[in-house]
């Protein structure tokens, strides 16, 4: 059950990735296409390319943290799948705890 919300929670993230992308370049160009009511003709053009690169920044950020956390969970799991592993393997590795090392 918990790999399905993974699972979900991961494809929800790139839904609203991808419409924050849509919704940013709609707004860019809304801006360029409407000019800066009245500040002149390349105020329109400014605003817009500066929606571009600032919505561009918020969804590189946002989205890279979503993923870390999503990468961070799954790096964690299989790390807990290989010790399980090594610990069913009993191959008479030394123990952490005992201190002694043999060669």
């Known amino acids: 059950m918990r790999d399905f919300f993974i699972l979900w929670l991961e494809r929800i993230i ?3 990735i991808i419409i924050g992308a849509v ?6 160009l809304a801006a360029m296409l ?3 009511h009245g500040a002149g003709m390349g105020a329109g053009l400014a605003m ?11 969804l590189v950020v946002i989205g890279g943290l ?3 956390g999503l ?7 299989r790390t807990a799948n290989a010790v399980e592993r090594l610990a069913a393997q009993g191959d008479g590795a030394p123990s952490q705890a005992s201190g002694r090392v043999t060669t």
Do not use: C
């Not at 919704?23 to 860019?28: C, I, S, T």
């Not at 817009?48 to 918020?58: K, P, R, S, T």
């Open 23 to 28: 919704a940013v370049f709609v707004a860019g």
């Open 34 to 36: 409407t000019g800066g």
């Open 14 to 16: 790139n839904i609203v």
């Open 48 to 58: 817009g390319i500066g929606i571009w690169i600032g919505g561009a920044l918020y």
């Open 66 to 68: 979503a993923y870390l």
């Open 71 to 77: 990468g961070i969970y799954n790096n964690t799991l």
